[in-house]
């Protein structure tokens, strides 16, 4: 994927879903993989350009888990001109000390948020941009329908009234392959995620399940982003 094709994929995104209001200051949540960088270039490139002018801020939540060495991330925010921090947490250390091991993953991910969430709020942001692309969506989808029977996933535009902040998905139209291909055409500085349990989630479960389905039966992983995008989801309205 060029970086024309990930402007006209993101742009078509914010469009479609209003995703971007004139003067919204937006956090870019930065976890150091290639979802997060792609979109980082995405939203860097088109506030130069989009009808609605905004600006970005980006931060990654250090979690805690050990080593974790953002100087190449660094260095790519100041070639994007786009300001920086990273949030330090004691994340790990609570997962460890209080969290049953079961649970990790839901809760890492419950802190991770707050985390993002309230330095958002901190430093005068109005929204939260996470990078969940197509696959992701697909995923919830699959894990919502297996653990909790029920069809939901994740909306392209969340509100949340208590702390006056809204969360957008600009990424949700683009395959992961697409992504894939963005992180090696432009070598993207990915950093490895150092969760213990990294590869070894309910998560990478139902990607596993997905992708076998959809070679068994090729299209099918493009009908169910169909059947989510007709699905009247509660929270899409």
């Known amino acids: 994927m060029t970086l024309q094709k990930l402007y006209s994929y993101t742009r078509q995104c914010i469009q479609q879903f209003d995703l971007i209001d004139e003067g919204d200051r937006i956090l870019v949540g930065i976890s150091g993989g290639k979802d997060s960088l792609t979109l980082l270039y995405a939203l860097a490139g088109l506030r130069k350009f989009f009808p609605n002018k905004f600006e970005i801020v980006a931060a990654t939540a250090d979690l805690g888990f050990g080593e974790f060495d953002l100087s190449e ?48 709020k901190e430093i005068g942001c109005n929204k939260v941009a996470y990078a969940h692309h197509q696959d992701d969506m697909i995923e919830t989808m699959m894990l919502s329908l297996i653990y909790e029977g029920q069809f939901y996933t994740f909306a392209p535009k969340t509100y949340y009234k208590e702390a006056d902040l809204t969360v957008i998905r600009p990424l949700i139209n683009i395959p992961e392959s697409d992504i894939k291909g963005f992180r090696n055409k432009y070598e993207l500085p990915c950093v490895k995620n150092p969760c213990p349990l990294d590869g070894t989630t309910r998560r990478q ?4 399940l997905i992708a076998k389905i959809n070679k068994d039966n090729p299209g099918v992983k493009k009908k169910m982003y169909n059947a989510i995008l007709k699905g009247k989801i509660y929270e899409w309205n």
Request: with cysteine.
């Open 205 to 208: 479960y139902a990607k596993e």
């Open 73 to 120: 991330i660094q260095k790519l925010c100041n070639e994007l001109e786009v300001e920086y921090h990273i949030i330090k947490t004691d994340i790990a250390l609570i997962l460890k000390e209080k969290v049953q091991k079961g649970s990790y993953c839901a809760m890492c991910a419950k802190l991770r948020k707050g985390a993002i969430n309230n330095f958002a």
